[in-house]
């Protein structure tokens, strides 16, 4: 039997986060009104009884077909746990949502909507913040060697010398294209996996939206935020790498690991050791600047 077809699939994968998935799902559902969507709910094996939760709070303000469970047996991180949700249903359109999310009202009808009116546009996100509705910085620049030496030097000279080479753009009200957006929330054509393939499931965590990106632009497709469309990102729902960022720990395996793969693809192997070497001179500044 062939498989329906949506206009919108929404790919929320849950690692230990039930409530966030359900607060996130509350604050989704009206916006899917009129709408032929499907959600996909991925379970990246937490075993800690979360599917029970989710999926009892589903039968029970849910009698329809909206949305659906799938239990994976392994972890996979953010990519393998996606892609399972994107190969689940088929749809014109995709959207990423972290569960640590809510959705502001009319945002998903907007993004439909800007991704529709040019048909070189392949992703298309919110404006992502806060609670208090402060704006948070989610669209960027790629990851550069340069851009090592400015994150590890976290000098407000260095920042100013090399702007152009910045990963962050300030936070902007007008539409624009940049070169990666967060995949906290992304609306994504069905034509561009069709194109460039699923994401790259060799990023366990992080990293995987620069390369999905980065392969998009490579292949002609435009990268679209649109400030109009507001979505919360509470943040760290279940990774604590931006908060041990902020306080320079030494971060997971899987990030270096994720680093280490992107720059290699990107730039090669000798790009990969300026990215290092560009690290080591900003960290060698920073240490400075402390003593």
């Not at 790919?11 to 009129?34: A, F, H, M, R, W």
């Not at 069905?190 to 990106?213: C, P, Q, R, T």
């Not at 002609?220 to 604590?240: C, D, F, M, Q, T």
């Not at 997971?252 to 990969?272: A, I, N």
Request: hydrophobic share 40%; glycine share 6%.
């Amino acid at each position: 039997m062939r498989k329906k077809y949506y206009q919108l699939a929404v790919v929320i994968i849950n690692y230990k986060t039930p409530q966030l998935v359900i607060d996130c799902l509350v604050s989704l559902l009206p916006e899917l009104s009129g709408i032929n969507a499907k959600v996909v709910v991925v379970d990246n094996a937490s075993n800690d009884g979360s599917g029970v939760i989710i999926q009892n709070w589903i039968d029970k303000h849910f009698n329809t077909e909206l949305i659906d469970l799938v239990l994976s047996s392994d972890n996979t991180g953010f990519s393998g746990g996606n892609n399972r949700g994107i190969s689940y249903a088929d749809a014109e359109n995709y959207l990423l949502l972290n569960s640590d999310t809510l959705v502001r009202k009319g945002s998903i009808s907007l993004l439909l909507a800007a991704a529709s009116k040019d048909k070189t546009i392949g992703l298309v996100s919110p404006r992502l913040e806060w609670p208090d509705s402060a704006p948070q910085e989610s669209c960027f620049r790629f990851h550069t060697p340069i851009s090592e030496l400015i994150s590890s030097a976290n000098t407000g000279l260095i920042t100013r010398i090399f702007k152009k080479f910045n990963v962050p753009y300030s936070v902007s009200d007008t539409s624009g294209f940049y070169d990666w957006v967060s995949f906290a929330c992304v609306l994504v054509k069905s034509d561009v996996f069709k194109d460039i393939g699923l994401m790259d499931d060799g990023y366990f965590m992080y990293f995987e939206d620069v390369a999905f990106g980065y392969h998009a632009q490579q292949a002609g497709w435009k990268v679209l935020n649109v400030p109009e469309a507001h979505v919360v990102h509470l943040r760290g729902g279940s990774s604590p790498v931006k908060s041990q960022a902020k306080q320079r720990k030494r971060l997971p395996r899987y990030y270096y690991e994720s680093r280490t793969r992107y720059f290699y693809q990107v730039y090669g192997q000798l790009g990969l050791f300026m990215a290092n070497l560009c690290w080591m001179l900003g960290y060698s500044v920073s240490l400075l600047r402390s003593l």
